[in-house]
């Protein structure tokens, strides 16, 4: 198996980040330097910003945890539902979910890594680095502008041009994690609530589309089972040669 397969097998989208063992935030630094240097993106224009909030921010990371709620009623929780802004019981149940995975750890149960009252929770977003993609303005920058790019505003609103650049970005620095021992996870579910503030989940007040997605690196918790999705398709039902 080629090195860039083993690294596309290690990267996974998993739940739980191990908290006693953190990377140095040079690490992550070098591995968003290489990201940005080779990863292409359209025009080389930025149409997006990456917030990095590290181990610092572990209580508004959790604060963020409580709106990435799972299970079938989890939209009573978004804006419009009967539990919106209902943080104290959000609080509850995201701490009776995380109560069941210490048993789990002690006893080795399965049944105590189930949803807890119907409940789960995307919990990477607490990892020890959470970068956020987000959209802004794209200009050319300071230093572009120096070598003479034209000033031009390249608006990605509508055409979600952004996103696609976002993505690459985003897939390239999980398997540049991958590369140095770390893992790198997606989450796109969640909700913005005024109730349960959040600078990290900020930029959903302008709308949901403004975060195109939340990345959490760290070093994966061997000690909690994570199920992978059996329900994939096959490549032929995705894949036409014409």
Not at 172 to 187: D, I, K, P, V
Not at 218 to 241: A, F, Q, T
Request: hydrophobic share 30%; with cysteine; proline share 4%.
């Amino acid at each position: 198996m080629s090195e860039l397969k083993k690294l596309m097998k290690f990267r996974e989208n998993i739940t739980h980040f191990r908290e006693d063992k953190v990377p140095e935030k040079s690490q992550i630094q070098q591995i968003l330097k290489d990201a940005h240097d080779l990863i292409p993106v359209k025009n080389n224009m930025w149409a997006y910003s990456i917030d990095v909030y590290g181990p610092e921010h572990a209580d508004e990371k959790q604060s963020v945890a409580l709106q990435t709620v799972t299970g079938y009623a989890k939209r009573d929780f978004a804006p419009g539902g009967v539990e919106h802004d209902n943080i104290g019981k959000l609080q509850e149940l995201y701490d009776g979910w995380k109560e069941q995975r210490e048993k789990y750890k002690k006893d080795g149960n399965k049944s105590a890594v189930a949803k807890y009252k119907g409940f789960g929770f995307n919990d990477q977003v607490t990892a020890p680095y959470l970068l956020v993609y987000r959209q802004k303005p794209g200009y050319p920058t300071d230093k572009q502008l120096k070598k003479g790019y034209r000033k031009l505003l390249i608006n990605y609103h509508d055409s979600k041009q952004w996103y696609i650049s976002a993505s690459m970005h985003g897939y390239g620095t999980t398997l540049l994690a991958a590369e140095q021992g770390l893992h790198a996870s997606f989450c796109k579910c969640y909700f913005h609530s005024l109730a349960n503030f959040t600078n990290i989940l900020a930029p959903l007040k302008e709308g949901f589309d403004n975060i195109a997605f939340l990345l959490g690196i760290g070093y994966r918790d061997e000690s909690l089972p994570y199920n992978k999705n059996p329900n994939k398709s096959d490549v032929s039902e995705i894949v036409e040669w014409k």
